[in-house]
């Protein structure tokens, strides 16, 4: 099913370390966010930070325990606030650089001199190294993940509704289809009667008129159940009472549908081909569509 959902958290500063001689780390706003779009299966991607790329295996198992179908793609960063985008540099940090670029310089005297956008972002890489985001990514991700469920719940629901309405249209159409049968069945065999008593007469003598009226009503008999759609209108009956009844009930009952939509729709079919009449058929083909929408419905649910 599909769903969205976003949240930022600002994990809290970090004091100075007057030992290190290392600022104060500026707050960093920790953003996540989760969406998820129709699919047969679990199909989970994740966009993270270069500083959260190693908490994806932690992520990925919060999100597999509690979601089964979707393709779900994950969204995880950290952004520093406007007035903390440029950091200072500590002292260390700024010896430590030069240090290591005098030892360059000196076995490559060719190499060029740091440039400030070089060292800032060395620093920075330093200072995001010292953090530790994995407590509050978990915190953020388990909120964001639980407003999601929520929402595609609340599609669920939607879903859930028009689905027992489809299962209403289907009985209805169920219930125009069952007088049609014994009406069909001894229109059928009267019909074959008649065209079997015309053969007959053109090949008078050939046979009995006892053997031949026997013959004809065993035929007739044996079309009859050919044409005869009264066990597929109750199978139909007893998969939709399934389909009412685990949607009613809820839980992970995707797959379960899936299935039981591919028996309706088999059900479906063989009554329009058994079809001896042209409002049978007309009842067929409307089952088929309604079906063919519930099955585009079905493979969204968990």
């Known amino acids: 099913m599909t769903g969205y959902a976003s949240a930022q958290q600002t994990p809290g500063s970090q004091p100075a370390n007057n030992e290190s001689g290392k600022p104060a780390t500026p707050a960093a706003?920790?953003?996540?966010?989760?969406?998820?779009?129709?699919?047969?299966?679990?199909?989970?991607?994740?966009?993270?930070?270069?500083?959260?790329?190693?908490?994806?295996?932690?992520?990925?198992?919060?999100?597999?325990?509690?979601?089964?179908?979707?393709?779900?793609?994950?969204?995880?960063?950290?952004?520093?606030?406007?007035?903390?985008?440029?950091?200072?540099?500590?002292?260390?940090?700024?010896?430590?650089?030069?240090?290591?670029?005098?030892?360059?310089?000196?076995?490559?005297?060719?190499?060029g001199a740091l440039s400030v956008a070089e060292i800032l972002r060395l620093a920075s890489a330093e200072n995001t190294g010292d953090a530790d985001y994995?407590?509050?990514?978990?915190?953020?991700?388990?909120?964001?993940?639980?407003?999601?469920?929520?929402?595609?719940?609340?599609?669920?629901?939607?879903?859930?509704?028009?689905?027992?309405?489809?299962?209403?249209?289907?009985?209805?159409?169920?219930?125009?289809?069952?007088?049609?049968?014994?009406?069909?069945?001894?229109?059928?065999?009267?019909?074959?009667?008649?065209?079997?008593?015309?053969?007959?007469?053109?090949?008078?003598?050939?046979?009995?008129?006892?053997?031949?009226?026997?013959?004809?009503?065993?035929?007739?008999?044996?079309?009859?159940?050919?044409i005869d759609v009264a066990e597929e209108l109750t199978r139909l009956a007893a998969h939709l009472d399934e389909i009412e009844r685990l949607i009613t009930k809820g839980g992970e009952i995707g797959k379960r549908l899936d299935f039981l939509i591919q028996e309706l729709h088999r059900e479906a079919n063989t009554l329009g081909s058994k079809s001896a009449a042209l409002e049978l058929t007309r009842i067929s083909v409307d089952m088929k569509v309604l079906i063919e929408q519930m099955r585009e419905q079905v493979q969204n649910i968990e």
Not at 58 to 71: F, M
Not at 182 to 204: D, H, I, T
């Open 134 to 226: 994995a407590e509050p990514l978990q915190a953020l991700a388990g909120k964001v993940l639980a407003d999601l469920l929520s929402a595609r719940e609340r599609e669920g629901a939607r879903l859930a509704t028009m689905l027992l309405g489809h299962l209403k249209q289907l009985r209805a159409l169920a219930e125009q289809a069952r007088p049609l049968v014994p009406q069909l069945v001894e229109q059928q065999r009267n019909r074959f009667l008649e065209r079997w008593k015309e053969a007959m007469a053109l090949g008078e003598g050939t046979a009995t008129p006892e053997a031949a009226q026997d013959r004809a009503l065993t035929e007739a008999t044996a079309f009859a159940i050919r």
């Open 29 to 111: 706003r920790l953003g996540l966010e989760i969406r998820s779009v129709n699919s047969r299966f679990l199909d989970l991607s994740f966009r993270l930070g270069e500083e959260l790329r190693s908490h994806e295996p932690a992520l990925r198992e919060l999100i597999t325990a509690r979601v089964k179908r979707g393709k779900v793609e994950v969204r995880a960063g950290v952004e520093g606030t406007a007035a903390d985008s440029v950091r200072e540099p500590s002292v260390r940090t700024l010896q430590r650089v030069s240090a290591v670029q005098d030892t360059v310089r000196s076995w490559m005297p060719e190499a």
